[in-house]
């Protein structure tokens, strides 16, 4: 039987979202996704006229199909914590059961369970900003949507996911080590998320034989990546530096993901797992 996998943070082909889609897709998965709220119109009609058809190619020749796409803010749990000038955004208002809880809800309804659960998403409001200028408002910001929002999800999703199931995000090195300019407590939420992927890892496993794990992967020129400013330099940093000197390619991460959730990685959970061209690993460049 095919398994079916959810997949939270999908709004255009050009980010670990999508290429981790195309993955799991090639390996014969049943496609859903999560695509957040003021997203949700541009990448629906792009998807409808065509725009992503080039990139929605399989190995075997064949389209990607995504069977479902959910509208979803991961900020927010149920429709209580939902603040009144959201409700009304126009962004929003056309639109419904986009809450954690809701989407969950939604899923269950829909297809009764799932096997994968992928959270690809991130936003810190202050990212250009270093820690030290953050306010607590931005840091707090940064940590609700790039590092609760699995806490969230995980657990909504956890009742509707079949045993043998599992569960993987996206991180980054600068969790452990100085990356300066992500910032904006983005640093911190990383941190967050790696240390909660092992908690959760023994949680899940307890609780439903579920695995858990992140890849920590090297840059890509995302939308979200564009929006802290040094994505290009980023990308030359890695290829001067790093054992492998080539660009990383968001497939390379997609296909990690296709092993970490198949029966491959049966015993692996808890784990950070680097798809980076091995630039974790250096300590002077060269
Ligand atoms: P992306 O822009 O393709 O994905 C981020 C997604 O998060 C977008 O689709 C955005 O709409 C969605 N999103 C933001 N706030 C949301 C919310 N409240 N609720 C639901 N969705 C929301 O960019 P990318 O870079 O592929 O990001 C995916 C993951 O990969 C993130 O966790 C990011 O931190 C991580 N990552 C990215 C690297 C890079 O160089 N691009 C490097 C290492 C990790």
Same mark, same amino acid.
């Given at each position: ?27 014969? %998965?049943?496609?859903? /996704? ?7 119109? !541009?990448?629906?009609? @792009? $998807?409808?006229? &065509? ?51 809701? %989407?969950?809800?939604? /899923? ?7 096997? !994968?659960?992928?959270? @690809? $998403?991130?936003? &810190? ?162």
């Amino acid at each position: 039987k095919g398994k079916r996998a959810f997949i939270a943070g999908v709004a255009d082909d050009n980010g670990y979202g999508w290429a981790i889609a195309k993955s799991l897709a090639a390996a014969g %998965a049943e496609i859903l /996704v999560g695509t957040w709220v003021p997203a949700l119109n !541009i990448f629906e009609t @792009s $998807l409808r006229r &065509g725009k992503f058809d080039e990139s929605r190619a399989l190995p075997d020749g064949s389209l990607m199909k995504i069977t479902k796409i959910y509208p979803l803010d991961a900020v927010y749990d149920n429709p209580e914590d939902v603040p009144e000038d959201v409700k009304t955004n126009k962004r929003y208002a056309g639109c419904s059961n986009w809450t954690v809880q809701e %989407a969950a809800e939604s /899923v269950k309804q829909d297809f009764g369970s799932i096997d !994968i659960l992928v959270h @690809s $998403l991130a936003n &810190g409001p202050e990212v250009t900003k270093p820690l030290l200028e953050t306010s607590r408002k931005g840091y707090l910001a940064a940590v609700s949507a790039s590092s609760y929002s699995y806490v969230s999800l995980l657990k909504h999703f956890l009742p509707i996911m079949n045993p043998g199931g599992s569960s993987i995000s996206l991180t980054y090195i600068a969790s452990e080590r100085i990356i300066p300019g992500y910032g904006g407590g983005m640093s911190s939420a990383k941190a967050a998320l790696e240390s909660d992927t092992r908690v959760l890892a023994f949680e899940a496993g307890r609780k439903r034989k579920i695995r858990v794990n992140t890849i920590s992967a090297g840059p890509l020129r995302s939308r979200a990546a564009k929006a802290i400013g040094f994505i290009d330099m980023m990308i030359e940093y890695s290829l001067a530096n790093a054992p492998l000197q080539k660009e990383l390619s968001a497939d390379e991460v997609g296909n990690t993901a296709a092993f970490l959730v198949s029966p491959l990685a049966s015993a692996i959970t808890g784990a950070v797992i680097y798809v980076d061209n091995g630039l974790n690993a250096m300590g002077m460049g060269l």
